[in-house]
């Protein structure tokens, strides 16, 4: 296994955020249980504003944007970590999907994660991002990884619904799903692996 590519699109504001950390720990989780074997590429959001609200004005993204959509475009995977604002994804982080043109995710293997400052807010994940991720026909892992502010630094396991137990096992699951296709799947059709066999590895 070698030459997977890994974006992950994080649409925190701070600087730093939590947003961008808990990606990082999923990107971190998500290479070593490829065994090292990925290139990652860290899209942040927050420096794409600009670039953004003008392409939604204009129709004309600028270089900097473009490059981005053309990252998540050919990655054989993509992370998307989205800080929850009023019960959903913020606008920054729904308006970068909105640039992606609807067929380029679909097929291909995303992780969906969110943080918070209350843990009244982790169904938003299951309300609003997956169904976003749905629509545009990714196959979205089945462990969403949601991080309050107390969430960091506690501890716990997989098995006890800690959040380092939480991104290990959607790591692994991103990482099963990436094995089974093989690197640039994206770029190589005949490589995809039919849904039903993705779903059965991740059982295995």
């Known amino acids: 296994m070698s030459g997977f590519k890994l974006v992950v699109v994080s649409a925190g504001l701070g600087k730093p955020s939590s947003t ?18 990925a290139e990652v590429t860290v899209i942040e959001l927050r420096d ?3 670039d953004i609200a003008h392409n939604l004005v204009t129709g004309f993204p600028g270089a900097a944007l473009r490059r981005a959509v053309e990252a998540v475009t050919h990655a054989d995977g993509v992370i998307a970590v989205t800080p929850i604002f009023t019960a959903s994804y913020s606008g920054l ?12 995710l679909a097929g291909k293997p995303v992780l969906i994660a969110a943080t918070g ?12 991002v997956r169904p976003l991720f749905a629509y545009l026909r990714s196959v979205v892992v089945p462990t969403a990884v949601y991080a309050a502010t107390d969430d960091f630094g ?9 959040l380092a137990g939480r991104i290990d096992r959607a ?3 991103l990482a099963a ?3 089974g296709r093989g690197p640039a799947a994206a ?9 039903a066999e993705q779903l059965a590895a991740l059982r295995a």
């Open 20 to 37: 961008r950390l808990l990606a990082d720990r999923l990107a971190g989780a998500t290479v070593r249980r490829l065994g090292g074997a």
């Open 48 to 50: 794409l504003a600009t």
């Open 93 to 104: 982080f729904k308006s970068f999907f909105d640039v992606i043109d609807h067929d380029a």
């Open 117 to 128: 400052g209350t843990p009244r807010h982790s169904l938003a994940l299951e309300h609003a």
């Open 154 to 162: 506690a501890t716990g396991d997989r098995h006890t619904g800690g």
């Open 171 to 173: 790591a692994e699951e």
């Open 177 to 179: 799903l990436l094995a």
């Open 187 to 195: 770029e190589r059709p005949e490589a995809v692996v039919p849904f």
